[in-house]
């Protein structure tokens, strides 16, 4: 999961010059959309084409958004390939709910899907939490996919201790600052990682918005409480659908195994020295993979 709470940025930044691709990728900006799901504005953004030759929907992990994507993103669009962001409730510009849990996030994912003029069913990617949704979406869903990609996501079930210390998360409000520099000083990553500089930045200043003179996380702290696991037996259906990207220095090999039992032979590839947000330490070989998966699918 990635919450934002109190350590210094630079802390866990890898210092950079920031490179000609990263300055060309975030240069191609996407076309922001709404789609209203039981009555909540989700919002995504849309790089691309009509997806004739295919489309991607890009998930975030827990506490995160959108916009973690919009240095990956633009590099997933080639040959004609559509490719989505989503604010899932309770995260980025998206709206809020009374609670949240995996099935409600699912059917934001198939009425982005829907609402976003794919011409095919795409792949769908999600990180961490987010690949949990991927997976309840396919799940729901399985005519309106070509495949899930799995990335660092944890897919064994949480310890009593880890649900109590969710609810605990989940209890509001989040702190406010007086400006976004203060704000910023106090991000970090959860696990903890070192990251590159130049995307740290972006990412913790795309996570801030301003209301009423104060810098707040765009972020539900409820997101963390009431969320159930799901049964990987559920997951047959996608066995020659399904991937798994793992980060060599991101989850333990123990808790991205529940998916064994249910489908034993899923294809994974691992990201060496990468942390678990890959796409803060590991950019480029995450696209290199993804690239890869989505042509061999």
Known sequence: MNHPSPLALRTHAKTAS????????????????????DGVPIVHRTW????????VVLVHGGGAHSRWWDHVAPMLVERGRRVTAVDLSGHGDSGRRDRYDLDAWAEEVAAVVADDGFARPPVVVGHSMGGLVALRH?????DGIAGT?????????????ERLANEARAVGPLPRYPSEQAAMARFRLIPHQVS????????????????SGEWVWKLDPRIFGGQRDFD????????????????????????????????????????????????????LELVTVLRALLAAG
């Open 149 to 161: 990609i799995l990335i660092d996501c944890r897919t064994t079930p949480y310890s009593h201790e």
């Open 18 to 37: 920031v490179p000609d691709w990263f300055i060309r990728t975030l240069a191609r900006s996407p076309v922001v959309g709404t789609t209203t799901v």
């Open 138 to 142: 396919g799940i729901r869903h399985p």
């Open 48 to 55: 691309g084409a009509d997806g004739k030759a295919g489309g």
């Open 196 to 211: 590159l500089a130049y995307v740290l930045e972006h990412v913790a200043r795309s996570s801030l918005r301003e209301e």
């Open 232 to 283: 990987p037996q559920e997951l047959a259906a996608l066995g020659s659908r399904l991937w798994m990207v793992r980060a060599e220095k991101g989850m333990p090999a123990a808790d991205i195994a529940g998916l064994g039992s249910a489908v034993p032979a899923v294809p994974t590839v691992e990201i060496p020295d990468a942390g678990h947000h890959v796409m803060l330490d590991r950019p």
